[in-house]
């Protein structure tokens, strides 16, 4: 090898040495970059974690705090559903208190009724059914009237009186031999429900001068109820 190419190697080897020097300096620079780049990732990491933590905790707080307002608020429909009951049971008191009066007065002078009996309660094999009024007369007449008293009338409430008179037998059989028949007495009535009461055979009593009198038609017949059903004039 001549000097001169001596010089050539040397000034290569010069050149690739600087030029690898340089790239380790670039790899170097890449590493640290590397490096905070996966510390930056770590921490966004560390600071997804917690804040996965401090969500999944108000969750199990909000949760939590669901099912206390959900059993508060099914305690509180509980009690109103109570107070509109007892609201509902002394209102049809106080209807069954204002009727029977004058439903007493009405069954002795219009059906001749000679017993008549307020809150009926009857239990029979294990049964019950409940008579707002009840009167009967035996002899020669030997009839029997159920009365049915509503504050407001409903389809459910004629429904209920066509029950009563159903099982009257069940629960009566010692008036079985009766002529028997209904009267509903309402002081809130629709016209679909006044057709309807008088459309199932049922005398209807509303309301007037606060007195219960009935409201039916001269050729209204009631329905007659026991073991041949047809209409009769009481």
């Given amino acids: ?5 001596l010089k050539e190697l040397v000034a290569s080897l010069a050149v690739f040495h600087k030029e690898a020097r340089g790239e380790i ?12 780049q996966i510390k930056e990732t770590d921490q966004q990491l560390k600071e997804t974690n917690q804040r996965l933590k401090e969500t999944d905790q108000q969750l199990k707080e909000s949760i939590k705090e669901a099912r206390l307002r959900s059993r508060e608020t099914d305690k509180q429909i509980k009690e109103l559903g109570k107070q509109i009951g007892g ?15 004058s439903m007493k007065k009405l069954l002795r002078e219009r059906f001749h009724m000679e017993f008549i009996v307020p809150r009926v309660e009857i239990t029979r094999n294990g049964k019950n059914m409940e008579l707002d009024v009840f009167g009967y007369s035996n002899g020669s007449l030997n009839r029997a009237v159920v009365v049915e008293v509503k504050s407001r009338l409903d389809q459910e409430g004629i429904e209920q ?6 099982r009257f037998d069940e629960f009566l059989p010692e008036h079985s031999d009766k002529r028997r028949f209904g009267i509903v007495a309402a002081v809130d009535c629709s016209p679909e429900m006044k057709n309807q009461v008088r459309q199932r055979g049922f005398y209807l009593a509303r309301i007037q001068d606060e007195l219960f009198v009935l409201d039916s038609p001269e050729s209204f017949r009631p329905r007659y109820f026991g073991k041949v059903s047809h209409a009769i004039t009481p």
Avoid: H, N, V
Avoid at 25 to 36: G, H, K, M, S, V
């Fill in 161 to 166: 009186m066509d029950r009563i008179m159903a």
């Fill in 87 to 101: 609201l509902g049971r002394k209102f049809g008191g106080l209807t069954e208190g204002m009727a029977y009066p």
């Fill in 25 to 36: 300096r670039e790899l170097r620079a890449a590493q640290r970059e590397t490096d905070r």
């Fill in 1 to 5: 090898m001549t000097d001169q190419e």
